[in-house]
Structure formats: C-alpha cells, structure tokens
C-alpha cells in the first residue's frame, strides 16, 4: 500500500476522532462547565485550534523541501532546515511578546465580560500564548516527513493524540479541573506529538541539519513566503473562522459558545475537505518542476475536485436536511444553548464554503507556483470589510445576521481566489467548474428526494430515530453518486463497480 493511500486512511481515522470526540463530548462539557464558561474556554480553544491547523512553519517546510528532494540536494535541505529552525524560533519568540503586549488590553476588547469571565480568560490566553511560542520552531521540522511523502507514522501519532485528548477530558472533568486543566491537557499532549514527531525526523527519516550554515537568501526565500503564508492564514482566520470572537466582543461570552457550536460543525467539514488536499502538495510541487502546463494544473484540480464533492456531499446533505434534529438532540436540552440558531450559523457557514473546498487544489498550486502575494493581497480586503461589517451587523442586528454577513463574505472571497486562479495562474476556472460538478445537479436532486422521503416517513424520533435516517441515507448516497456523478473510471479507483 502506498505512503498516500496509508496517509489518507489515517487522516480519515484522525478525522473522525476529531469529528466524532467533540460531538460525543461537547454536551457534557457543556453542562459540567457551565453556558458562560463553556463560552470563555471554547473562545480560548478556538486559538488553540487554529495554532494546531496552521500550517504555517510545516507548508513552509514541506515547500521547500520537496523542491530541494526533487533536485537531489540533500546538502542544500541541510541548510535550509538549520535556517528554518532559526527562523522560526525568532518567529515564536516574536509572537510571545505581541502576545504579551496584547495582554492588559483584554478587557477592553471584551467588554461584555464578567470579572469572572475575564480572569479565566486572561488564564487561559497565557497558556496558549507559551504554546504558541513553543509550537512554531517545532512544528516547522513536521514538515520533513511530508515532502518525503512519509504520512504513517505521523498519521499515527495524531492519532494517538486526538484518543489521549479524548480520554484526558472526561477524566479530568469528573475530577473538577475545568477549563484550565482541559487547555493544560491540549497542551501537554500537543508538545509531546512535535516532539515525537521532530524525533521521527532526525531518527526515522535521517534528515540532517546544518545550524552553521546560515545562509541570507535561503532566509529571505523563507520568510517571504512564510510572510504571505502568514497573512494568507492570517485573512482566512479574519473570515468566518473569527465571528465567534466578534460574537463574545459585542454580546458576550454566553452568545459566543452558540455561535461556536455551530463554527464547530463548520470546522469538521473543512477538516474533511483538507483529508485528501494536504497529501498533494508535494506532487504539485514536483508537477510545477517540471514545468506542467495551466491546462495539466486545471486537470489535477478537476480530479481531486470530484473527489471532494463525492466526499463532501454526503455530510453537507446530511447537515442541511438532519441537521436541527441533530443539533436539537444534541445542546438543546442544555440551559443556555440555543439549538437552532446554532444549526442556521452552522448552514451559513458551510453551504457557500462547499464552492471553495472542491478547489482546494488551487492552493496548493498557489504555494507551488509562488503565487501567494497575488492572493493575499486581493483577498485581504475582503477580510477587513468582513471584520468592520461584522461588528456593526452583530452588535445592532444579532448573530444569526452575522451568520448571513459571513456567507456573503465567503462568497465574495470565492469570486475574488477565482480571479487569481484564472487571471494570475492561468487556470481554466470555468472548465474546473463544468467538470467538477457534471452529474453533481441529477444526484443532489435525487438524493435530496431520499432524505425528504425519511424525514417524512420515518416518525421514530430521538438518536435511533435520527441514526437509522442517517443509515438508510448513507447506504443510499454511494449507490446514487456511482450511477449519476462518478464517471467509469471514478467507478473503478473508489471499487463502486465491478467493471
């Protein structure tokens, strides 16, 4: 079996821990911890969640080294990872004092927190600033294994991790610790999976680094393209990954936690989209090399964008039609959550994000072809439009309306990576389209017709109830993708038909 196919089955493990934990564990969370510290400690665990995703120093690595695998440098990667580590701990360092200078300004940012709220907070904010001071040089030597194209081993040490998180949440719960000793847990567990990790770099892998020989250029190639890497990353939090932050800021730490329930289910599906888009930039890397046409480009968007759509569209159907009953069954019961205002941000979010996710190879491409000033630059005016427009949307009109707000944004970015992909890269966007979604309209049709047809025939209610829908669905939906999306050849590499 390949590193790839062994790398995607492990991510689609991991991903469902991640998926899976969270919702088994969020009630009870929830009600142990109460609606306004639930709100505090989710807030503070949304930057634990975004340092995790970053793949700022890691993309960065995987980048580069597999440019220089692929010319046979193995002196040149020496170098370049010595510079990097360098880099990256100037980098962390940076970050910790920004952070601290942020620090006694907390209460002015959340101003509709309690005295309570606001020292828990400023408790939590300073254990996930050492964090992040501590995750950046280490996280950029993850990257070694994956422009070597070796995702086993690190694929089972996330998992491993995601079990350990899992295990240590409810056992440190039951013995009262509360949201101190949850972040302290994601912590802990998050610096020893770098470390086994930068161990399987060095050990595993016999990569080399050469701390002596620093080198200007290799630094400034790193930190231009870390720079952009950064404000990309930096713009895509500024989006709708950032409302709950808007949320707390004008309407408390109470609004935030339901605005975060449904950012949560919005955060799994993009988790699910990234599963398969990760594992290729190296390829794409190696594709750019050797000097692949816009056309061969556009043709590798097509495929792995059919195979997000097929991926994607099981959950974005199930959310649409099960979703309330879902949220419903699962926070309604809790004082304080409100089940179907999580369900609509939820919708908001994820809907118009399906459009950018089935292209996702783009920005991998866009890395590759060194293109990430273009996109960062159009794309980031959006971002402060999203951020000004929002606070006057939810402070005056409410959350569920800065749920509308962020689906407009979400569309506007799409339209703007759109221009980039087709004026700056000179891939055929409209071709993209009309390929990833043929056959997409007569199979959401048909499917959609199965899931009204549970719905409305099967009154048993509760989670068997909307478990046996979910299973009569999930029988369904490969059977109907097979005969009207996938194509013969689709058929054969998912092992839907016989021919």
Not at 117 to 139: G, H, Q, S
């Amino acid at each position: 079996m390949s590193e790839i196919r062994r790398g995607a089955i492990l991510n689609h493990i991991l991903l469902l821990l991640q998926v899976g934990i969270p919702l088994l564990l969020t009630p009870f969370v929830m009600e142990t911890l109460g609606a306004a510290e639930y709100g505090v400690y989710m807030l503070a665990g949304t930057i634990m969640v975004r340092l995790y995703m970053s793949d700022l120093g890691r993309t960065t690595t995987t980048k580069f080294l597999s440019e220089y695998y692929a010319q046979g440098d193995d002196d040149g990667a020496a170098r370049f990872l010595g510079n990097m580590v360098a880099l990256y701990t100037a980098i962390g360092l940076g970050i910790f004092i920004l952070g601290l200078a942020i620090y006694p300004w907390l209460g002015s940012i959340f101003p509709k927190f309690t005295e309570d709220d606001l020292k828990l907070y400023r408790v939590l904010y300073l254990m996930t600033l050492v964090n992040a001071a501590i995750m950046f040089p280490a996280r950029s030597l993850a990257g070694v294994a994956d422009a070597q194209q070796r995702f086993t081993i690190p694929g089972i040490i996330a998992v491993a991790t995601s079990a350990t998180n899992a295990l240590g949440t409810v056992l440190l719960l039951i013995l009262g610790l509360r949201s101190v000793g949850l972040i302290a847990l994601s912590i802990c567990t998050g610096i020893v999976a770098l470390l086994c990790n930068v161990a399987y770099c060095f050990i595993g892998l016999r990569a080399r680094i050469t701390l002596r020989g620093w080198s200007r250029n290799i630094c400034r190639g790193i930190f231009v393209f870390s720079f952009w890497m950064f404000l990309n990353q930096l713009i895509n939090m500024l989006n709708a990954g950032t409302g709950n932050y808007i949320v707390a800021i004008t309407q408390g730490p109470t609004a935030a936690g339901i605005y975060t329930n449904g950012l949560m289910i919005y955060g799994h599906y993009f988790m699910l989209a990234g599963v398969l888009s990760t594992l290729f930039l190296p390829r794409v890397v190696h594709m750019v090399i050797r000097g692949a046409d816009p056309q061969e480009q556009t043709d590798a968007m097509v495929r792995l964008g059919r195979a997000q759509l097929m991926i994607l569209g099981a959950p974005l159907l199930a959310l649409i039609f099960f979703g309330e009953e879902f949220f419903r069954l699962w926070i309604g019961h809790i004082e304080g959550a409100d089940a179907a205002l999580s369900y609509h941000i939820a919708l908001c979010l994820v809907i118009p994000q399906t459009f950018g996710l089935v292209q996702a190879l783009g920005w991998q491409i866009s890395q590759a072809r060194d293109a990430l000033k273009q996109r960062v630059l159009i794309t980031g005016f959006n971002s402060l439009l999203f951020i000004v427009v929002s606070y006057f949307v939810c402070k005056h009109l409410g959350i569920a309306a800065q749920a509308v707000w962020a689906t407009i944004s979400i569309l506007i970015q799409l339209a703007m990576l759109n221009l980039i992909h087709y004026r700056g890269l000179g891939l055929k966007v409209g071709y993209f389209y009309k390929q990833t979604f043929r056959g997409a309209i007569p199979a959401a049709l048909v499917c959609s017709a199965v899931c009204l047809t549970l719905c409305n025939h099967i009154p048993l209610g509760g989670w068997w109830g909307l478990a046996l829908k979910l299973g009569i669905f999930v029988l369904f939906y490969p059977i109907i993708i097979a005969r009207l999306y996938a194509s013969k050849e689709e058929r054969r590499l998912l092992r839907l038909s016989n021919k």
